[in-house]
């Protein structure tokens, strides 16, 4: 568990003063949330034996979406949404790697 906020931390390591919360959402799927400064979420998704697993999105500071993706055992997987200076990219993943 300590290894998975480490990473998440270090995901995010441009933004300033981040807190960690991770909440219970179902009985072995918990939700992990990092706040921003502002008290608007930066990232959330879910973990399932330590690894990354289901939806994750990350936002930027406006609450604008910058990733959104799926994670099967800690793998990228299906398509994934990346928005940059308004511009929407798909990329779709097998097996953690991107599908040319």
Do not use: C
Request: glycine content about 8%; charged content about 25%; hydrophobic content about 35%.
């Amino acid at each position: 568990m300590k290894y998975l906020i480490f990473i998440l931390t270090i995901s995010l390591a441009g933004l300033n003063a981040q807190e960690q919360k991770v909440v219970l959402q179902e009985e072995n799927t918990p939700k992990v949330v990092i706040y921003g400064d502002r008290g608007n979420d930066l990232q959330e998704g879910y973990i399932e034996n330590n690894r990354l697993h289901g939806y994750w999105a990350s936002y930027n500071k406006l609450s604008k979406t910058l990733t959104f993706g799926k994670y099967n055992r800690g793998k990228k997987v299906g398509k994934w949404f990346f928005w940059s200076e308004g511009t929407l990219t798909k990329v779709n993943y097998i097996k953690n790697t991107q599908e040319d």
